[in-house]
């Protein structure tokens, strides 16, 4: 069975479209992005029409779509939750809430030789939030 997850992040002033997909075993992703805030609303979207037109993909075939849950600026996430959770409504799929610091933190330990003792056991992520805050959050790596 084929599985397609069209995925949408507005946390921050990027607006991010991407679409994952495993067809015949095969593993692919494909990505839009844009910078600027003020224009998430606007942009995102026809971003993700484009892109699944771009991966000649129709809506009915999606399997979910997958949402960046922040932590993030207030307005961008409720854009990118309020249009997974319409498309997901309307095409009767699960929506995916993703935070997006444990995705920072996934991304630093992939690839990484974890047999290495040099390898941390806790992955620290820091992001800033603006105004002198930051967002923190520690994820501790699975042992294989």
């Keep these: 069975m ?11 002033s990027w607006c991010s479209v991407a679409l994952l997909s495993q067809v015949n075993g095969q593993t692919h992703c494909i990505a839009r992005t844009h910078e600027g805030a003020a224009e998430h609303t606007r942009k995102l979207l ?4 484009a892109l699944l037109r771009t991966a000649s993909v129709d809506h009915q075939a999606l399997s979910a779509v997958a949402f960046g849950q922040g932590p993030g600026a207030f307005t961008g996430l409720r854009v990118a939750c309020g249009l997974a959770q319409g498309m997901a409504l309307g095409l009767g799929i699960p929506v995916i809430p993703v935070a997006s610091l444990q995705v ?6 992939d690839g ?7 390898y941390p056991a806790v992955h620290v992520v820091v992001q800033d939030a603006r105004m002198g ?12």
């Excluded at 920072?104 to 330990?109: D, G, R």
């Excluded at 990484?112 to 040099?118: E, L, N, P």
């Design 2 to 12: 084929d599985t397609y997850i069209l995925a949408l992040e507005t946390s921050s």
């Design 133 to 144: 805050e930051a967002y923190v959050a520690a994820y501790r790596v699975p042992e294989q």
């Design 112 to 118: 990484r030789d974890q047999a290495d003792a040099s």
């Design 104 to 109: 920072l933190a996934a991304q630093a330990a």
């Design 46 to 49: 026809p971003m993700a029409d």
